[in-house]
């Protein structure tokens, strides 16, 4: 196999990363295409790695294997093990954004967008990347990385606020303090990333539901 140019953009995330093969080393008519799917398959394996036994105990051989390559094959795509991690939070918050920003935007009460708000990021926590946002802490990436992480997951808070405060003006939702109670719903969705297992009693879908339900008894007016 060829060594890919030096590039810095970044793969779209798929509605489901689980889903694909994890190692498309094969020829496509495509080289663009080609180096895009193998970028994510790198990210999509590190992903799983990471989750199952954290980043410091997951080694660049450990990636390689799970593709099948060598080590030096994934220094063709990502310079660092800590590119590799902080793309993967990278990928994962911009699930959650999108799912909150679509959320935020649409019509009906602030409650009705909560909840949509909610059904959007719980499922963004049972896939790889969203999964790896939340087991993933602040000292495991580099400075810079750690400040870009921050700044993307405030984001994803002040959605979240803007859609809780907009819910008490409208009277749909009741809360005291719309601070404490974005970080109680944020919390309490992130730490489905904690124990959720594919394998599990409840699809993706019925977890969010469930998410759903419990978090406007907590909050509707």
């Known amino acids: 196999m060829g060594t890919d140019p030096t590039d810095t953009a970044a793969p779209r995330a798929t509605p489901d990363e689980a889903a694909g093969d994890l190692s498309p080393w094969s020829t496509r008519p495509d080289p663009e295409a080609e180096r895009r799917a193998k970028r994510m398959a790198v990210l999509r394996s590190a992903a799983r790695q990471f989750n199952e036994k954290g980043f410091r105990a997951t080694s660049m051989d450990d990636v390689a294997t799970a593709l099948q390559v060598t080590k030096p094959t994934i220094y063709h795509y990502f310079a660092s093990k800590d590119e590799i991690l902080f793309e993967c939070v990278r990928l994962g918050l911009s699930q ?29 926590m049972t896939h790889d990347f969203g999964i790896c946002v939340s087991r993933t802490g602040d000292a495991e990436l580099s400075p810079e990385s750690r400040a870009k992480f921050r700044a993307l997951k405030r984001e994803i808070d002040d959605i979240v606020r803007e859609i809780i405060e907009a819910g008490i003006e409208d009277g749909s939702m ?30 993706r879908e019925e977890i969010a539901d ?12």
């Open 174 to 203: 009741r809360s005291e303090d719309p601070k404490i109670a974005t970080f109680l719903v944020a919390g309490a969705i992130n730490w489905i990333a904690r124990w959720y297992r594919p394998d599990g009693a409840r699809t």
């Open 96 to 124: 959650i954004r999108e799912g909150t920003t679509g959320a935020a935007e649409r019509g009906g009460t602030g409650l009705e967008r909560m909840q949509a708000m909610v059904h959007a990021y719980a499922l963004s």
């Open 210 to 221: 469930f998410a759903v339900q419990h978090l406007t008894r907590a909050l509707a007016a």
